[in-house]
């Protein structure tokens, strides 16, 4: 880094994962700038100290690292390559792309961003919302080794278990290694909850014995509950992890591999949208199991 203080941060993106992670920003003593496409969702960060902008250019005119968490991969791309942030950071800053994106398009930001002077990363989270605002993501880094440990002390104040994964690209192709994880792990939750429920077996007590054996995941310990409870209300939206289960789909299937896991969940998901749970959380897939059980 090429700075002598504390660096500033630029932060674009301020939903439901960029508010936590902005607020352990300011926490740490940041002095953060933000922009959001909709102000009124950055307004509780303005109010604890976040300095708004205007424009993602003018956010990164004025810091020294622009970190991003927006959408999909075409926000992603327009942020960089058509908005500007590029063109509008110093040399020597740093940017930071912290959306689950194209593994491909973060080479290609890496290599624009090299020829300008400016240093990239590729960081995608996993963590939900839950762990923005505690400061527990999980934290998926590409790029170069020394901006990554330039960076670590930013990425500690929104993560715990941060790793460097190797070049630019590879922070993304870990996510989508999570992502395909998640995907089929969802489906078995699911389907071990309508079988419970089924049995006549009380859920919460089913979750007594297998959250922490050998069927235990993050899934099952956070979002089983939900799912027990009715509560569909997103942590990360179904819209969102299609997206990423497209990206990771189309990446596999460019390296030739074969994921039946990932394409049964993305079609799964699909159907979900389609009767209009696209803005719902990743739980809701449980409601075509509840369906098919009321049905039977």
Known sequence: MTVDHQPIIGFIGTGVMGQGMVSN???????VNVYNRTRSKAEPLIEKGAIWRDTPQ?????????????????????????????DAAAEGSIVIDMT?????????????????GIAALDAPVSG??????????SIMVGGDAEVYEACLPIFQAMGEN?????????????????????????????????????????????????????????????????????????????????????IALNSAEKMGLLTPGLSLAKRLYEELAESGEGDSGTQALYKKYKEQMHTV
Request: glycine share 10%.
């Open 128 to 137: 939900g919302d839950v762990g923005a605002r505690n400061g527990k993501l």
């Open 162 to 246: 941060i790793v460097h994964q190797g070049p630019a690209g590879a922070g993304q192709h870990t996510k989508m290694a999570n992502q395909i994880k998640i995907a089929s792990n969802m489906i078995g939750v699911c389907e071990a909850m309508a079988y419970a429920e089924k049995a006549g077996l009380d859920p919460d007590t089913v979750l007594q014995s297998i959250s922490s054996g050998a069927a235990g995941s993050w899934s099952l310990s956070n979002l089983a509950p939900k799912m027990i409870n009715n509560d569909y209300a997103p942590g990360f939206y179904v819209k969102h992890f299609i997206k990423d289960m497209t």
């Open 100 to 116: 689950t994106s194209s593994p491909q398009l973060a080479e290609s930001i890496a290599e624009a961003a090299r020829k300008k």
């Open 58 to 86: 003018e956010v990164a005119e004025n810091v020294d690292v622009t970190i991003t968490i927006v959408g999909y991969p075409d926000d992603v791309e327009a942020v960089y390559l058509e908005d500007g942030i590029l």
């Open 25 to 31: 920003l300011l926490q740490n003593g940041y002095q």
